[in-house]
């Protein structure tokens, strides 16, 4: 008898030191010198959605069922628009190859100018049972609010990366403005946010600091400060009145100092997953307490009972693991890079992976704040 029993390696942690990178290169900077740049955004700013609906081509029989009224009364409409009239509507009930899909874009909040290119996700409503080799036909996105203006177009091949979720895909760089998003007006007064890896006290006081001495070539007390740090995330940059009539300089100048001290190198313990982008960023520092982990991708096959070899019939196994090794430090914490090496070995989707983090989190068996972006 030959039997296969999922879920039966369970990988058992102690301590290795290690850095990991798992999902889409995302790496957060580990060097002693960034700029101001690096380490803030406007507070004020935020991301910008876009919106819209389009029409996919080039399906092979996938697509919507064209009995449906609204995805065969807009294939016509734009038929109609090329002068390509259909005298029968029933010609095109067969065909599955179009689908109706909702088109989204987010524009960081840095914003965006004419001509500027963004990636669009796509997504099937209407019927459709997969997206694969489809083409989106030119979609006009506009602003996520009510009666909102036109700011772009979406057009391009799909990439489907999810193989469980063939409704779902993507155009790289696929959406192009034709209006400027301008993410945030600077008057005399704006706040920067610490960006999340970096919250802290220190680090608002660190970024003030480096601002005042550049500004005055100077650490005089007794100046007026350009920049105050006001909690673990915000600085307040007051712009002094010679220099309000050259923002676009000042700006300039305060965003590329060189922040230069060790304390760059100690982030806080953070796990910060994007499930949209596939991708998990650690610090160097997170530990994880001792665990066990099982899941389907680890599998062991038995046969029952032992057959005899031979050369016409070999004995063969079937196994899926990886193995770790460790270095006690006196301390029954693990480092979680080695897990993360471990699922890469295992080839397990990032998603899975994410799904695991969380289940830690909630544990208590991951030491660090689990951030979800």
Known sequence: M???????????????????????????????????????????ATSTELFGLGLVSGLSGTGDPLEDSATREALM?????????????QELADARSVAMVWVRARIPNTGGRVGDTFTAT????????????????????????????LAGFARGT???????????ARIRQGVELVTNITPVQIGSEFDLKVKIQYAGYSA????????????????ALDLP????????????????????????????????????????????????????AGAIVATANVDISPVGVAHHALQLTVTQPAPVATAQAPITS????????????????????????????????????????????????????????
């Open 2 to 44: 030959r039997s296969t029993t999922p879920i039966i390696l369970a990988l058992l942690l102690a301590v290795a030191p290690a850095i990991a990178q798992v999902g889409t290169p995302q790496a957060l900077p580990r060097r002693a010198e960034l700029d101001v740049r690096e380490l803030v955004e406007f507070a004020d």
């Open 77 to 89: 409409a734009l038929m109609r628009s090329q002068g390509m009239a259909v005298a029968n509507p």
């Open 158 to 168: 799909l990439i489907v990366d999810d193989e469980t979720a063939l409704q779902r």
């Open 225 to 276: 400060p350009v920049a105050k740090p006001i909690d673990d995330r915000i600085v307040r940059i007051t712009v002094p009145e010679a220099d309000r009539g050259a923002l676009p300089q000042f700006l300039d100048f305060i965003m590329t100092r060189r922040v230069r001290d060790p304390d760059l190198l100690k982030l806080p313990a953070r796990v910060i997953v994007n499930r949209e």
């Open 122 to 149: 796509i997504t099937a409503f209407n019927g459709a049972t997969s997206l694969e080799g489809g083409e989106l036909m030119i979609a006009p996105l506009r602003h996520a609010t009510p009666g909102g203006e």
């Open 318 to 373: 079937e196994e899926r693991w990886t193995g770790l090794s460790s270095t006690p430090e006196g301390t029954q914490t693990a480092k979680l890079s080695d897990l993360l090496a471990a699922f890469r070995a295992l080839e397990m989707p990032v998603a899975e992976q994410i799904e695991i983090l969380e289940m830690m989190d909630r544990s208590g068996a991951l030491h660090a704040e689990f951030i979800e972006e």
């Open 204 to 219: 608002t006081s660190l970024v003030a600091s480096t601002i005042n001495d550049a500004y005055y070539n100077s650490d």
